[in-house]
């Protein structure tokens, strides 16, 4: 199974998750684990007004059932509230 999100969070604020799961990483785009994979890339920015937005496509690889976990734990790992 193969699962892409855009992440409202710049990649260097994520990395850190990432290094802690993966098994091997040869840089901070590709993390891999037992079964799974995960890449990382810079979304565009996107303007909204004067304010930029970065943000991070995240795509997820691997058995649907440990893909789920992932972006799940991804998901409460990162989440914030507004305000």
């Not at 991070?56 to 998901?75: A, H, M, N, Y």
Request: net charge neutral; proline share 4%; charged share 25%.
């Amino acid at each position: 199974m193969k699962q892409q999100i855009e992440s409202g969070i710049e990649k260097r604020r994520i990395l850190d998750f990432f290094h802690r799961l993966a098994e091997v990483n040869s840089d901070d785009r590709v993390f891999t684990g037992k079964n799974w994979s995960v890449t990382l890339s810079d979304a565009p920015v996107r303007m909204v007004g004067r304010l930029c937005i970065p943000g991070t496509i995240i795509v997820f690889e691997g058995p649907e059932d440990i893909v789920k976990v992932l972006v799940e734990s991804f998901r409460m790992t990162h989440l914030s509230a507004g305000g």
